[in-house]
Structures are given as structure tokens and as C-alpha cells.
């Protein structure tokens, strides 16, 4: 599985940025079979967890850190994962990975098959 994150930039604190990630290449499993998820790495600190999305999209999880601010969505006719970021703050800096893995939504880095390349958000104070 292929997955190309785009849509970060530079945005000043209080504003918004939409995140796309677009997959392709399921090996034959279907895509809209994969839960999908967005992390994040900050310099010089570890990858965390930011929001996941199971297949259908019925089930959601968020790190408390970004609960009420940001919203993860997918379309699966599309095969694109998205990330709404409203009310961005300079903790929110960082590159910011979609990823899947078949099935059920987990919070580990480690449990996810597929990592695209990143993109990276920097929010000004």
C-alpha cells in the first residue's frame, strides 16, 4: 500500500489546514478494508498518535490533545484519508504521516503496516 499525505504548510495559531492522504496499491485487499491514521513527530521528540479511522469510518479515536479540534475523515470511493485541523497551536508543529493496517484502529506506531512520506505543518505564535 502507497499513501502521499499533502496539504501542510505554515499557518499562524488559531487557524485551519486540511490534510489529504491519498492510497493506492492495496495488494489485492480491498482499501476501504484498512483502518487509517494520522501521527506526528515533533523535533526531537517521538512519533505520536493524533486520530485514527476504522474501514467504514464509523469508529473515530483521538488523542485528548486534539479532541474538539481536529476531525479525521475518509472517503473510500476516493481512497483518501483526511485531517481537519481547526484552532492550531504551535504544539501542533510537527510532520504529520498518514498510515493504515487491516482492520482495527490502534494507538502503537509499531501496529501499522503502511507509513507515507509525511507532511509537515508549522504553526506560528
Known amino acids: 500500500v502507497q499513501l502521499q499525505a499533502s496539504g501542510g504548510g505554515v499557518v499562524q495559531t488559531g487557524g485551519s489546514l486540511r490534510l489529504s492522504c491519498a492510497a493506492s496499491?492495496?495488494?489485492?485487499?480491498?482499501?476501504?478494508?484498512?483502518?487509517m491514521a494520522w501521527f506526528r513527530q515533533a523535533p526531537g521528540k517521538e512519533r505520536e498518535f493524533v486520530a485514527a479511522?476504522?474501514?467504514?469510518?464509523?469508529?473515530?479515536d483521538y488523542a485528548d490533545s486534539v479532541k474538539g479540534r481536529f476531525t479525521i475523515t475518509r472517503d473510500n470511493a476516493k481512497n483518501t484519508l483526511y485531517l481537519q485541523m481547526n484552532s492550531l497551536n504551535p504544539e501542533d508543529t510537527g510532520v504529520y504521516y498518514c498510515?493504515?493496517?487491516?482492520?482495527?484502529?490502534?494507538?502503537?506506531?509499531?501496529?501499522?503496516?503502511?507509513w507515507g512520506q509525511g507532511t509537515l505543518v508549522t504553526v506560528s505564535s
Open positions: 498510515t493504515a493496517r487491516p482492520w482495527k484502529i490502534l494507538r502503537a506506531p509499531g501496529a501499522y503496516d503502511y
Open positions: 496499491g492495496t495488494s489485492g485487499v480491498p482499501a476501504d478494508t484498512y483502518a
Open positions: 479511522i476504522n474501514w467504514r469510518g464509523a469508529s473515530t
